[in-house]
């Protein structure tokens, strides 16, 4: 192999997403004398844009793709190899592509991310939306389509089940509530009544850079819920998958009423038949199937045993990470979501190869507010905790756990309402930032018998959020919810279940 040696790096990225470029762009600042690649399969990657501390814990972005020559123009010693990792040879820290390229390594991060879990990997009318690519696969068949089964119950299902128009929507999700990774059944019954009224008018189009892969400037992309501007050639990928992806995106089907959406609760998908299969399956034949609406390429039975026929179905299941192909020949440590296991530095198993960002399962003793998630604001967290760690090494110096792994919090949009953080708390509750008025206001969700120490917790929490006002709500038992609203009296202050900070 030794003739197909082309560079030693001092340290190698492999993947362009938001935890590789993170990564290198802090090992740039971290070793600025030390050459380092990033290997990535596409010339597009994405970055980091109008970032915001909103509080010491809390942090707000946009994810933006660019082209990697913008990337190398910013960190002059940094090299981009446009091509995917075949290979990994830990023993002799080699990289081999798909070139037939070898490049060696002292340090080696893994940021390959990961890819939708779909339901039926063999199915044309499945569809999984993940990446730039897969949005715009969707929008081709969405503005064709008069009905679409919708699985899942995370944030892309949370946006989709929004933001489409012009389509029925059949919504199933396992839970008895929507959006269960995010808030409580109280907080979704609130936000129900969204889904079926007219969405707000935005109030200015979203403007972003967009980028081909060709030699040619980037050119602005404008677009809002009724048109799209003039001047955008033909691209490889469009504009970032990122926490806004779907602003000045047209998510509109083939009929004229405005939104239809029904949701199935505590369901799942059964079997996915074809439009033939259909015709010969005496199971799928008997099966509850309302209002079909005539013939369907692609028919969902689902738990719950109705059948839907639709023109396809969107998976929003979860991911599954890329651990391919750095698997084969090496001897990694691979947690039960098939994640690289990483420690609290994260490094995996073997030597000198760390991972961040969705392919990687953080197996260390986590902290009690602290929970994995793969979302944008942890990948970024990682890249950058993960080449502070990496420049560590080189310089042989010792680091401590970031505080970002000590409480979970992240920012998202849902429904046209601002969600401002997420917390989980030793006592299997959870608290949720949100706006109150023109206040904002942390709430804790909890069990009875804890609300004592929950709310001398949520308490802390919201010195740190820069929160002054916090509710603490008493959930369980047969009376339902109970809620303590502010301006109570001044002995209910007093027991520390809410409070003016």
């Known amino acids: 192999m030794a003739d197909k040696l082309q560079k030693s790096f001092k340290c190698i990225v492999v993947g362009g997403g938001i935890a ?13 004398s030390a050459d380092m690649a990033l290997i990535t399969a596409g010339r597009l990657i994405k970055a980091v844009t109008n970032y915001k ?12 793709e660019q082209s990697s020559s913008v990337l190398e123009e910013k960190l002059p010693n940094l090299t981009v190899i446009h091509s995917a990792v075949i290979a990994l040879h830990t ?18 991060c893994i940021c390959s991310g990961a890819r939708p879990k779909l339901l039926a990997e063999d199915k044309q009318h499945v569809l999984g939306i993940r990446d730039t690519d897969s949005v715009q696969d969707f929008q081709k068949r969405l503005a064709k389509a008069r009905r679409i089964v919708l699985v899942g119950n995370g944030g892309i299902a949370l946006e989709l089940a929004y933001e489409v128009e012009g389509c029925e929507v059949i919504w199933a999700v396992k839970d008895n509530a929507i959006g269960n990774t995010f808030f409580d059944a109280g907080a979704a019954q609130f936000l129900v009544p969204s889904l079926g009224a007219d969405k707000p008018e935005r109030a200015a189009p979203c403007k972003r850079l967009r980028y081909t892969t060709q030699d040619a400037a980037p050119q602005t992309f404008t677009a809002d819920r009724n048109r799209r501007g003039r001047g955008c050639g033909p691209t490889q990928a469009g504009s970032a998958l990122g926490p806004d992806w779907h602003e000045g995106m047209i998510l ?17 998908v059964e079997q996915i038949f074809t439009c033939q299969e259909m015709l010969h399956s005496t199971a799928a034949q008997q099966a509850h199937t309302p209002d079909t609406g005539g013939t369907w390429p692609v028919y969902v039975q689902l738990t719950n045993g109705k059948t839907y026929g639709c023109d396809f179905v969107v998976s929003a299941t979860g991911v599954t990470p890329n651990t391919q192909p750095f698997l084969t020949g090496n001897n990694f ?3 039960d979501d098939g994640g690289l296991r990483v420690d609290h530095h994260m490094m995996t198993s073997q030597p000198d190869v760390y991972a961040a960002g969705d392919v990687c399962s953080a197996c260390w003793e986590h902290s009690p507010f602290w929970q994995q998630m793969r979302l944008w604001t942890q990948a970024r967290q990682m890249g950058y905790y993960a080449a502070r760690c990496m420049a560590a090494g080189v310089l042989s110096q010792t680091i401590e756990l970031d505080f970002c792994f000590e409480l979970f919090s ?10 401002e953080g997420v917390v989980f708390t030793r006592w299997s509750c959870w608290a949720s930032l949100t706006h109150r008025g023109w206040r904002p206001t942390i709430s804790c969700y909890c069990d009875a018998p804890k609300a004592r120490s929950t709310s001398r917790w949520c308490y802390k929490v919201a010195q740190v959020m820069n929160v002054f006002w916090f509710q603490v709500v008493l959930q369980g038992g047969t009376g339902g919810a109970t809620r303590w609203q502010d301006g109570g009296s001044s002995a209910d202050r007093r027991d520390g279940l809410r409070g003016n900070l």
């Open 91 to 108: 023993q002799s820290h080699l990289v081999e592509t798909a070139g037939g390229e070898l490049f060696a390594y002292e340090k080696l």
């Open 252 to 268: 509109k089907g083939a009929e004229q009423p405005s939104r239809k959406l029904s949701v199935e609760y505590q369901c799942e």
């Open 53 to 64: 501390q909103v509080a010491k814990v809390l942090e707000e972005f946009q994810v933006e």
């Open 410 to 419: 992240h920012i998202t949009t849902f429904f046209n309402y601002k969600v």
């Open 333 to 335: 440590a691979v947690a």
């Open 20 to 32: 590789g470029v993170t990564c290198v762009q802090q090992l740039s600042c971290s070793l600025p």
